[in-house]
């Protein structure tokens, strides 16, 4: 991993280091958390494995960690980016990535103009970010680490040999934006400064735009390198030393894609159900995406828009900041979109103007070894695609604040509800997880709370197994138990507090000739 990333130049308050949890307490949280995913003699025969580990190898492993933890700022960071990501051989578009679809503007846009806002929006995000004005995120006045938001612009993971990593570039590097369109990348300049006004800027941005859509023919797509990205990791890094071996000018083609502050994929396609642009933002055909780069801004045909980002060192909750500024600024713009149409200022300055921005597609060179792995990424892709069913589902009948008003966490109820789905639909719980964030400690990312209970199960069997011989009342009760269960160890969680990253922890400070 670069570490050469110039860090956001805010004042940061200091946090403290991520606690590693007493193991009596993990045993103790364990038993809890998987008592209901077991038989009696499953649960007593698992127990007595975790209790003889408590009492020889335990100690020693804890002993370990905690001399760790006086050494580094975060005694798991390193580990759990190995574990999690970058020794993770899955492919990153199905099993890795996170997506956002957002919603419509009350006033359509034209394509390239929803593209244009929202390119002029992160930039401007990403000027505030790096000149240390972006106020510290905090939750309830609890200040959070900000340590994330230095790979949120200009990186991009590469699929290494049995291992991968992610190069961040620097300022003067990555001063363009990749576009996608149609199976082609285009790198599209930007201004060396950028001070004219937002309205002027959407304006020379949606210019190069619709060059790009007007000028474009769909590229075959057995020639498509993005698909490449959503291969198995290990697949991926034999096609990408291909495509370096088959042209010296492949390498510094691919490199303006991987430098880019960020890629924006213009899409030809227009989902109009909600399973559509949910399909559509989390693969699509998977031609039009580079899923390796940070974050992808998805802008479909019909001016829906959405999110896809990558995940090995930033997490959606760091992204989700970006993100609802993207959302506010666009909406601002479109509720102006007709008065900007009346006015047609910006646009007559704009074919006047004199500027910087410039675009150059970016065009690779084949051979059959490199064509051979695009058909094997293909095929990959859609058997994967096909293997999957992904449905949606809108629920209006109440939100939040009614869930509030009932003195429980919406968290809680939602995870109570997904539970009893199931068990009605299998007749037993399945193990959950839930991501709570530790981002209160310095570089912290995520704990898993483990939401099924004995409580869960019990209300799970009242509800199906037997709903007659119970009454309502009873019900209840037990239903708040379990929320108020999970709900306290999701807040242990955050507090650093929670099994599965200690568990692992435990496990990397095994020496290697140790079982």
């Known amino acids: 991993m670069a570490d050469n990333a110039s860090n ?41 494995k975790l209790h003889a580990f408590a009492a020889s190898e335990g100690p020693v492993l804890q002993a370990r960690l905690r001399d760790r933890a006086s ?32 919603r419509s503007t009350i006033t359509p846009l034209p394509q390239t103009t929803l593209a244009a806002t929202l390119i002029d929006s992160a930039l401007r995000f990403r000027d505030v970010l790096e000149s240390g004005r972006l106020e510290p995120d905090n939750i309830r006045g609890k200040p959070m680490c900000m340590h994330q938001y230095q790979y949120m612009f200009a990186t991009c993971r590469h699929p290494g040999q049995n291992r991968d990593w992610t190069e961040v570039y620097a300022r003067d590097e990555s001063n363009h934006i990749a576009i996608a369109h149609k199976g082609r990348f285009f790198a ?21 735009l619709q060059a790009i859509v007007d000028g474009s023919e769909q590229l075959e797509r057995s020639k498509s390198i993005g698909v490449l990205t959503a291969a198995l990791r290990d697949d991926w890094y034999a096609a990408r030393e291909c495509l370096l071996e088959a042209s010296p000018d492949n390498a510094a083609n691919l490199r303006l894609i991987e430098s880019a502050a960020f890629l924006v994929s213009l899409e030809s396609s227009t989902p109009t159900t909600h ?80 500027q910087d921005y410039s675009t150059k597609e970016i065009v690779f060179e084949y051979n059959s070894a490199l064509d051979e792995h695009i058909q ?27 869930i509030k008003n009932m003195k429980v966490s919406p968290d809680a109820f939602v995870q109570m509800a997904m539970q009893l789905a199931y068990y009605r639909k299998h007749r ?3 193990p959950t997880y839930e991501s709570a964030s530790t981002k209160s400690y310095s570089r912290g990312r995520t704990e898993t709370s483990r939401s099924v209970s004995q409580h869960s199960l019990e209300w799970c069997q009242m509800m199906v197994d037997h709903p007659e011989t119970t009454g309502l009342h009873a019900k209840s009760e037990v239903l708040k138990q379990a929320i108020v269960q999970q709900s306290q160890f999701t807040a242990l969680c955050a507090k650093g507090a929670g099994i599965d990253r200690h568990l692992l922890g435990l496990q990397y400070a095994l020496l290697p000739h140790e079982p």
């Open 188 to 208: 599209l300049r930007l201004p060396a400064t950028r001070d004219t006004p937002r309205q002027l800027s959407v304006a020379l941005l949606e210019r190069q």
């Open 71 to 102: 050494k580094h700022e975060n005694w798991l960071e390193e580990w759990w980016n190995e574990y999690a990501y970058f020794l993770n051989r899955s492919s990153v578009c199905f099993n890795v990535n996170y997506f956002f679809g957002f």
């Open 376 to 402: 094997k990424a293909i095929a990959f892709f859609d058997n994967t695609v096909h293997s999957h069913e992904l449905s949606t589902l809108v629920f209006d009948s109440f939100g939040k604040e009614q």
């Open 428 to 430: 037993h719980v399945p």
């Open 8 to 48: 956001p130049r805010q004042a940061l308050p200091a946090l403290g280091k991520l606690p590693i949890p007493e193991l009596d307490d993990t045993v103790a949280r364990f038993a809890a958390a998987v008592q209901p995913l077991f038989s009696p003699a499953e649960f007593e025969a698992c127990m007595a």
């Open 275 to 354: 399973e559509e642009f949910s399909q559509a933002c989390y693969c699509s055909d998977g031609t039009n995406r580079y899923f390796d780069k940070n974050f992808q801004i998805l802008v479909f045909a019909n001016g829906r828009y959405g999110f896809n980002g990558e995940h090995s060192l930033t997490d959606a909750t760091t992204d989700m900041r970006l993100c609802n500024t993207l959302v506010s600024d666009v909406e601002a713009f479109a509720a102006d979109f007709p008065k900007v149409l009346e006015q047609g200022t910006a646009e007559s300055i704009a074919a006047t103007t004199v």
